[in-house]
C-alpha cells in the first residue's frame, strides 16, 4: 500500500482528496496547520490507514519527520487565491515559494518518496492575446502575486537537477467550485449560487472576461490520476486540470443560474479592463493521462444553489467559509 503525504490537507480540495486517496485504497498523512479548522477531516479522522500531523510547512524538520515512510507527496498547502496573497504578501512567499522549495528538496532526498504533485493554477496564464486557447505551451503572463509565485515554483520544480527516481508534476488547477468538507464561497461560482438561493440581488462584474472552471471532486481525482500516470509522461511535466468545454464568461454563468431560478435578480456591471482573461484548452491530460471530468458547471451551480437554499448550511456568509 502506497502512503501519500497531503499538506493542506484540511483545505477545500485537500479534505476532498483525503477521502478520495483512502477510498483508492491508499494510507494517508494528512499535514494541516489548521488556520480554518479540522471539522473537514472528522469523517476520516478514525480511518484505519489516516493518520494527522498538526503541522506549519515553513518547519523544516517537522516536515522531514512527516515525510517518513512516504510514497508520494500532493502539496496543496498554500496561501490561495489573489485577495489572500495580496492581503498577506510576505506570509504568501514564505510559504507558497520559500517552503515549497524546502519541501520538495526533503522530498527529493528522501529515501522512497517517489511522486511529488504540485497544485499550481491557471491563473498563471493572466490575460490572454486575441480569442483563442491557451494551454500549457503557452507564455505565462501572471498578474497576481498569488500566481507569481506559483509560476516561480513552477520552474523550480521543472529545472531542479532530481534522481532518476523521483517523479515531480505541477497541474495548473481551473478555478474550482462546488461542495467540500471545508466549502468555500469566495469562490465564483458558489458565490453566485449561493447569493441567487438567498433571493439576494446579485452583481457580477466583468460578464465578459473567460475562466476555466473545474469542480473540486475533478481536481481531486487529477491528483490520484496523476499518481497514477506513467512514469515517463509526468515526470517534470505540468497538465492543466479541467475540460477545454468548461470555459465560462460569467453571464454564461449567469445564464445557468435563471435556468434554475428563473426569477434570479441579476445584474451586470461592466468592466471594460480586467488583470485575468483566459481560455484554456485541456487537451492534455486527456490525451495523455486519460482524464475526463465527471461533473459540469451547471451540476455545481445546481448544488451550491439547492443545499443553501434547503438551510443545510445555516450561515453560508459565515468567515469559515472564506479564505480570508
Known sequence: MSRVLVTGAAGYIGSVLVRFLLADGYAVRAYDNLTF???SLIPVYNHPEFGFVKGDVRDAQQLEAALMDVDAVVHLAAIVGDPACAKQPELAREINWEASRVLFDLASAAAGVERFIFASTCSNYGKMEGDGFVNEDSPLTPVSLYAKLKVEFEQYLMGSDISETFVPTALRFSTVYGLSPR???????????????LGRELEIFG?????????VDDLARACIFTLKGDAAKVRQNVFGVGDTDQNYQKKMLAEELWKIDPDAKIRFVHKDEDPRDYRVDFSKIREQLGFKITKRVPEG?????????QGIISNPDADVYKNI
Request: glycine fraction near 6%; charged fraction near 35%.
Open 37 to 39: 479548522g479540522g471539522e
Open 301 to 309: 451551480l445546481r448544488e451550491i444553489y439547492d443545499i443553501v437554499r
Open 207 to 215: 460578464e465578459q472576461f473567460w475562466r476555466p472552471y473545474c469542480h
Open 183 to 197: 466549502t468555500r464561497f469566495d469562490l465564483t461560482v458558489n458565490e453566485f449560487a449561493r447569493d441567487v438561493a
